[in-house]
Every structure is written in C-alpha cells, then in structure tokens.
C-alpha cells in the first residue's frame, strides 16, 4: 500500500518561523513534523511514498532525498501553482492507480493507528474513509456527522460558531480507493472537503469516518506548536524522541554535554551536541535543538529552541521559539509568546515583549526594548474582529500605532491607486486615531476621501458609492465611553464579511505590510456636498408622499446625526421638535442609565407636545428607539414587529429577512399581509448579504437596526426614520394601535458559561440529543442548533462567537412551556460542558 503524504503547506500562521522554511520542515522534538508523519508510517509498514510539495519544494526534496536515510522510498510530485488538497493528489495519480493509498498532511502531528483505519475501510468495502477526532475548538476544521455504522452523513468546512453542530472533525488523514481520482479535475485548485467529497455524498457513494482514539494536532499556530512540544515531552503523542532518559522526564542525545551543576527539570529535550554550562536552568517543557550552547546563568522555560542557537550568560527565555542560528547575546530577556526567526542577533540587554515577532536576519540593538504588543492576545480575544469591529481602550489596546498597522494591512489587501471613504464621530479620541488611519493609507499607496464627522450610514452611503474599494470609520464604542471601536467596509458600504476579516487578520499578524514608492504616495481628499447627496439619494428612493401637518419629537443623542437631520427634515415639511441637537466631543456615547433618563424625557415630550411619535438616534445615526404617540417606550422587538407590520401591510408582497433569533410572531405578521420571512443567521454580514437580494422589502436585526433595502443594504437609522415617517403618515393607525394588534411574543432568553474548549462538545451533544428525540422534532442549522416542535415551540442553542457563553432562545404558546423547554436544553448544555 502506498501513501500520499501532502508537503506543499506555507504555514503563514506560524511566521516568522515558516518565513524562509515549508511549514512540514519545522522541528517538533528537534525533527521536522513530517519525518514524525514518515516514521509513523513505517510504523504501520507503509514504505512506499509520494510526497507533493509546492511552497520552497526544494528544501523539502533536500531534506528527505529518497528517503533512504528513514528505510522508505520516496517519490515526488511538485505543484507549479496551488491545486488544492486533491488537486496535489491528482497531480500524483500515475503513481496510484495500482491500489487503494492512503492520505496523509505532513505538517500535524499525530500517531494515530492507521493500520485499523484501513482495516475499518476494508471492512465497510468504503470508497473513501475520512479520519476524524473530537476537539474542543473546531471553528478552523471541517467538522463532520456520521452514523452509527460510521458512514458519513453531513460535514461543513471551516464552520462559525453558529454553524457548529459537532466538535468531530476532518483530521486530513484519508484511505481512499483509486477510482477517486477519476472525480478530480487535472491541473486545476481542487479541495477534497469543499469539492470532492460533497459531490460523492450527493451521489449516494460509501463514505466513511473513522474516529481515531490517537493523538492529533493541527500544528497551525503558535500556541499550538508550543502545545505540540509539550505533548511530546509528557507522553501524550507516540513519537520516536532521540537520545536517552537522564531522570524522569529528561531526555538528552548521547552526543549532548551537561555540566553536572546544570539544572535540568523535566519534562524536557536536549538535542545532539548541545552544551549546557553550570549554573544555566532548564525548567519544563524546554526542547534545546541541536548544536544549541546554553551559558551560565541563562534560564529557560518552556521555551522551544532551534538548532545551532547561541544563548548568553544571563539570558531568560520563557514561553518563547527561537529560530536556528540566532545569537541571544548577555542578559537578553525573551518573554511569553514571542517568536524571533532564523538567523537573528539579540544583542546584549534586549528585552523582547510578550507576542513579539522578530522575522529572520534580524540584529537587534544592545538595550533595545522591544514591544509591539499584540493587544488582544493578551485580552484573551481570540480574533481581530469582534462584533462591533475592532474594539478596545483608547490608547490602551486601540492606539495609534495599532490604527498605523491595522489600516496598513487593509491597505495591503487592496489594489494600489484604490479609493477608501474614512469618516469618525464627534469624539476627539476618533479625531486623532482617524489621522492614524489616514497617514497609513496614503502611505500605502491608498487615496483617502475623508468624510470627517459623519453619521456612519453616511459613510456607509458614499462607500458604495464613490468607486471605492472599502471604508474605515471609527466610533466610541456604545456606552463605554473609554472604548473605541474600528468599523471596516467593503465596497457595498457593509461589514466586512467574514472571509475578508481572516485576510485582512493573516496580514495584520504577518505585519507584511505594503509600502508605496515615493512617486506612489495617495491623495487625501474631502468630497464636497456629502450630507446633500446623502439626503438626496434618500429621499428620492424612499416613499415621502402623504406627509402633511405630522409633529414628531427626535433626539440626537449628541451625536452626528444632527449634522445630516435638518437637511433631510428641511426638505419634507415636518413639524420637528429636536433635542441633544449638538456635538458632544467630551461625551460622545452615554451609560445605560443617562439612556434610560434621555428616553424618558423623550417619553415626556411626546406625550406633552401630542406628536406622532418620538425617535431616539445611537450617537453614530446607525440605530433607533421608538416611542409611541402616548408616550410609551416601545422595545427593541416590539419596535420591529411594529415597524414590519406597517411595510408589510402597505406592500403585500415581497419579503423580509430577520435573524434565527427572532420571535415567530413576525411570520404570523408577515403571513398575514402575504411577505414572505428569509430567515438569517445573526452575523450582520448574513443580514445584509440578504437584504440586498430580490424583492427584499425589509430587514432588521431586533436591536434597534433598520435596513431600508430600497436604499442601502446596511443598517441605517436616518433612513429608517425617514420610511417610517411616510409610513405612519400613510395608515390609519397609530404606532399603539399597531402594537397593540400583534400578539404577544412568549420569547425567553438564556445564558449559559460555556469554556471555549467545551463548545464543541456541547453542540454534538445538543444535536445528538436533538436527533435522539427527533419524532415530530425538526432540526434547523441556519445559525447554531435550532429544535422546532410539530406545536410550532422552537429553541435555538447557540455558542457566542466572543464569550465563553452559549445563548439560548425558547418561544412557545405561553411562558411556562416557553421556559420549561428553555431549562430543559440549559440542562443539556450544562451537563456537556462540565
């Protein structure tokens, strides 16, 4: 039987230490991780190898020859582009037509019993049998369902928290039959997950899933190729380790010199013709390569070092990789997470801070501190983008520097010569964080059209409209008024959507930053009229006719929509009373409680003045409040059956689309003036990605954000403010006589601890449970798990994307079942995830 062993990957997550290296070439226990892959497959007696490469294919072929060197033959079959994980495998087809072979990535370490996964693929007379492992955090995995007997049902590449509904995944390790290849195209991008295997399941083809009880990582970042080394040393993996036991725990090549007064306490690795000199200590989960000196006095622990590494008297390394042939000269001090590439001079005295990067061929001055600390890593954030964009505290975690990088590497992701709308709010923290951005852009050959302080659907507007490639606005964050957050657009003037983030965030940790020549340095311009083109376009798409004598009470909230409402309210006759009608540049955002006190008055004067009805804009104009003609505060769901209501009952057609986590009485409200519901997962992007498709009518995501698809895609409160005038002057009824028309949502909400590496665990376990009861049950995987019963009672269990917490919704016909049915699945993510 042969093997295909898959060599071509770049590792751009793990630079700089796949800098100048393929990603299966970097060490693991002093030998690269795919010599482990190699020699795990001698193990099971499977000599015979094709190895693909692609990415600085030269070096792999150099390293491991013919493979005699390990008792295996190997063979090559080198990629001029990219082909996929099939499209590689198809690239070496002539040499697989004998057999069935099996697949395998040469860059994670695992040591998984292959011989019974061919014996299980064997046995089931399977097509293709797909290796699989449980993990605690698949977000990065294909995750997969299968039956009892093991033949697969359902699997997802590269899921969102929402989408996870196993923590079982695809580990890249496949026993595959020949006539496999016949589905793969030649000399074309072709992946088994995303291509290959859904087109076989479709067609009813026998494949299988076999869950390894070994050990496997997918040594795809930092954290994890740490972790990898102390799995090794503590046992966790079967790996043929050099060298032999000193004390428990302490591993050292024959070749190696310790001095005896040398302290060594294991688990540790200490490579051949190493040197240890007295006085250096050597703690746990400390791997020195090979030819490494250690001189007195320095100290490691759990740090990861590379072959022919010098480190001088003094030094202090914890948590850390340093790369082959780097000096650490005297009294350098090297700290968690940092990496420093090959070939680098740490000169005397430096200090390197936690999560620094340093790329090879590096010399870093004597006393030098080093620090371009990565904010969120050590917040515990576990990406760049959170819900609101990039957020945190103003010149704590979001400081210039940061804005210099973060627009440099969106800067990178563009086309030089390309135009990007900035904008800001009234807060003089966005002011000067929003020049950040701006010199970075231009710097980076990127033209600027600065909309200064504007409302974000503004900004949103002339995004999608003025030819350009994206937009950046910044805003203090809602109710934090120490926070600020960075909101990034593409060209339709939305959110980045999700597969842009992970770029723009593969950039940014790179820091591979673009630079313009100096004949190259963009324009930085004001567009002129930008408030009239905004009111314009708007009034000319949005339906004003009917408006005659209607009194409405708005609050601005001190933010910059009142630089946008007189235009627009100017133009249509309205009796306006307007309050916070100014920029506040001390206090650009308010606390829960100067909220609720500003909604009040707003009741008051509602109310008093007998108007239609009051609104209350977020300081940004993107969200609303509502308040009805008696002065009532209508919530934030209320608000959207009433405002849903009204559209639906003057267009009676079309449709609309809301987030899973909406209460049903929108569909009985929709079905009742014939609009059909477009149900959404609750990723904005999700939202307006639909709201821009056909016969869209109305979008909202039951936070006080509108989308007027007539208009713009995005969620814009001026523009929702602006339809819902011409709607109430329009019907007959009141805002209350509205609400008080719809029936009452019996919706409950829960929140329940979850620990990331639980989450997905407890999702196999809802759906497993789910299925388990499924007689008059339907399962929805729009976004998370949702369990509908025959009685038309749902609940969504849902993992949140930036906390440790997974949500629960429950709706039924009345409260008690509603929350009867919400303890019952709290139950059952509760007991999953202890």
């Known amino acids: ?161 929402g989408q996870v509904f196993s923590d079982t995944v695809n580990i890249g390790v496949y026993v595959m039959e020949p006539e496999v290849l016949d589905r793969v195209a030649a000399g074309e991008p072709v992946d088994w997950s995303a291509d290959v295997f859904p087109e076989l399941l479709a067609a009813g083809a026998p494949i299988y899933g ?38 428990p725990g302490v591993w050292v090549a024959e070749s190696a010199s310790i001095d005896t007064d040398a302290v060594l306490k294991g688990p540790l690795l200490i490579g051949d013709y190493a040197k240890v000199e007295a006085g250096a ?260 798409r949005v339906d004003m006719t009917g408006i005659r004598d209607m009194k409405v009470v708005v609050d601005c909230a001190g933010g910059t929509s009142s630089l946008v409402l007189p235009t627009l309210l100017g133009r249509v006759g309205v009796e306006v009373l307007t309050v916070n009608a100014r920029l506040d540049e001390a206090s650009p955002t308010e606390t829960l409680a100067e909220r609720r006190r500003d909604l009040q008055r707003l009741s008051e004067l509602v109310s008093s003045s007998r108007a239609a009805f009051g609104v209350r804009f977020d300081p940004v104009g993107e969200r609303i409040a509502l308040v009805d003609e008696m002065g009532q505060l209508i919530g934030e769901e209320r608000a959207l059956l009433v405002v849903l209501d009204l559209i639906a009952a003057e267009r009676r057609g079309g449709r609309v689309a809301l987030p899973v986590t909406t209460t049903r009485v929108a569909e009985q409200v929709c079905r009742f003036h014939g609009v059909q519901v477009e149900w959404t997962s609750t990723a904005l992007d999700a939202l307006t990605s639909a709201a821009a498709g056909e016969d869209m009518i109305f979008a909202a995501d039951g936070r006080g954000g509108f989308v007027v698809p007539e208009f713009t895609p995005a969620i814009d409160g001026l523009a929702a403010f602006m339809r819902l005038l011409g709607l109430v002057a329009r019907t007959r009824l009141s805002l209350s006589q509205i609400d008080a028309r719809i029936p009452e949502a019996k919706l409950l909400k829960r929140t329940v601890p979850t620990r990331w590496a639980a989450k997905g665990a407890v999702m196999r376990s809802v759906i497993e449970s789910a299925e388990a009861g499924s007689d008059g049950h339907r399962i929805d995987l729009t976004d998370g798990v949702r369990v509908v019963g025959d009685d038309g009672s749902w609940v969504l269990i849902l993992p949140a994307a930036t906390e440790p917490v997974t949500d629960l919704w429950a709706e039924a016909q009345d409260v008690d079942t509603a929350q009867s049915l919400l303890e019952r699945w709290a139950r059952i993510v509760e007991d999953a995830a202890t």
């Open 1 to 161: 039987m042969k093997a295909v062993v898959m060599a071509g990957g770049e590792g751009t997550r793990l630079r700089p230490m796949t800098a100048n290296q393929p990603k299966p070439l970097l060490p693991v226990a002093n030998r690269p991780i795919m010599e482990h892959v190699l020699r795990l497959l001698k193990r099971h007696a499977v000599t015979e190898t094709v190895v693909t490469v692609q990415f600085l294919a030269a070096l792999v072929r150099n390293y491991f020859g013919d493979g005699d060197e390990l008792g295996m033959s190997l063979q090559y079959a080198t990629e001029e582009l990219p082909l996929g994980t099939a499209g590689s495998v198809k690239n070496a087809a002539d040499r697989l037509r004998d057999d069935r072979f099996l697949v395998i990535s040469g860059d994670a370490l695992t040591d998984i019993d292959l011989s019974d996964m061919v014996r299980f693929h064997r046995e089931n007379s399977a097509l293709v049998t797909i290796g699989l492992k449980r993990v605690p955090n698949p977000l990065e995995f294909g995750i997969i369902i299968v039956d009892e007997s093991g033949r697969v049902q359902r699997f997802l590449e590269k899921p969102t928290w």
């Open 210 to 247: 076999y869950i390894a009880d070994g050990y496997w990582e997918d040594v795809g970042s930092h954290d994890s190729y740490l972790k990898a080394h102390a799995d090794a040393l503590s046992g966790r993996v079967r790996l043929d380790i050099g060298g032999f036991e000193l004390s």
């Open 281 to 540: 200590e050597l703690r746990e989960y400390t791997v020195l390569g090979n030819n490494a000196v250690v001189r007195e006095g320095a100290f490691l622990h759990r740090a990861v070092v590379h072959d022919n590494v010098y480190l001088g008297p003094g030094t202090h390394l914890r948590g850390c990789v340093i790369g082959k042939n780097t000096d650490v000269m005297t009294g350098a001090r090297i700290e968690e997470n940092a990496v420093i590439g090959d070939e680098c001079v740490i000169e005397p005295e430096v200090y390197v801070s936690s999560g620094v990067k340093i790329y090879p061929f590096k010399t870093i001055e004597a006393g030098s501190v080093v620090n371009t600390s990565v904010i969120w890593e050590s917040r515990g954030q576990r990406s760049l983008f959170g819900p609101k964009g990039v957020s945190g505290l103003v010149n704590v975690e979001i400081t210039p520097e940061l804005c210099v990088r973060l627009a440099s590497a969106y800067a990178t992701t563009l086309k030089k010569g390309e135009h990007v709308v900035t904008a800001r709010d009234s807060s003089l923290a966005a002011r000067a964080l929003k020049r950040a951005v701006i010199g970075a852009l231009t710097a980076s050959a990127i033209n600027v059209l600065d909309l200064q302080a504007a409302p974000l659907p503004v900004a949103r507007f002339h995004t999608s409209r003025e030819s350009a490639a994206g937009g950046i606005a910044l805003r203090t964050s809602a109710g934090d008024p120490q926070s600020v957050d960075i909101v990034i657009m593409d060209d339709r003037g939305v959110d980045l959507p999700a597969a842009a983030q992970r770029k723009l965030e593969r950039v940014f940790s790179r820091q591979e930053f673009r630079r313009a020549f100096p004949g190259e340095i963009a324009e930085l311009a004001y567009p002129a009229r930008v408030v009239e083109d905004y009111a314009y376009e708007l009034l000319r």
